[in-house]
């Protein structure tokens, strides 16, 4: 684990929450990215090395709507940049982690991301995420 | 608002998560903190600039123990480290923001921190923090 990449937020309106956090950060956002496949509107911060990523579902159907409804707003996932993600997770798992993609998978912001069960991780859902170098 | 300076995670048995988050951080907790005016056993990880902080509850009042109690384990609140915490928490307040403390107050780590109340911050509880310039 090199870093902690970003933090990613659930929300629920996209619109107040990004001017609740351009506030709160006193910085803008600099990517606003859909990823269809996961049925998710993004939008990021920065602020020093991690960044803040806001999280708004795009339909019913949306990992992000199902964890809103369950928990309500707040902190998805954390995300640690890893240097090469498949040896990452063979580590993990040998040591006993349970990941929910076994092959990595393209997420937002040109990376490649693999996700840990929360049952292993104190209830925390980590991300993995390794920049993408096909996407260059 | 510098970067994020650390994340706090709620856990139960300190014991265990401490094995949990060593292998999962593949590092060793550097600073490990008793914080009797909070109820709070903490454990402290480095990941980059950004830490990790586990907290256990070290009684039944304890703040941490009342958020296991409702939410269960979990991702407790995200502090931002800050330059000056008085003019940071004088600019929210003008923003609309509500403080949980309108004093900063001595936390772990040598630092001086104060709360936002989540209802402004999409449910996450966030604390900022600055270098306590008496400590040293």
């Known amino acids: 684990m090199l870093?902690?990449?970003h933090i990613g937020i659930a929300v629920k309106n996209m619109e107040v929450s990004q001017k609740l956090f351009t506030t709160l950060l006193n910085t803008s956002a600099y990517k606003d990215e859909l990823v269809a496949s996961e049925?998710?509107?993004?939008?990021?911060?920065?602020?020093?090395?991690?960044?803040?990523?806001l999280l708004a579902?795009?339909?019913p159907e949306s990992p992000i709507a199902k964890f809103i409804e369950k928990k309500g707003e707040g902190i998805h996932h954390i995300a640690f940049a890893v240097?090469?993600?498949r040896?990452?997770?063979?580590r993990l798992v040998a040591e006993g982690y349970v990941l929910l993609n076994t092959e990595p998978k393209k997420g937002a912001d040109n990376k490649l991301i693999c996700f840990l069960h929360?049952?292993?991780t104190n209830g925390v859902l980590i991300e993995l995420c390794q920049d993408n170098p096909d996407s260059n």
């Open 87 to 90: 040896a990452e997770m063979q």
């Open 57 to 59: 579902a795009t339909n």
């Open 39 to 53: 049925g998710v509107h993004t939008l990021f911060f920065r602020t020093g090395e991690t960044k803040v990523e």
């Open 118 to 120: 929360p049952k292993n």
């Open 3 to 5: 870093h902690i990449e």
């Open 83 to 85: 240097k090469d993600i």
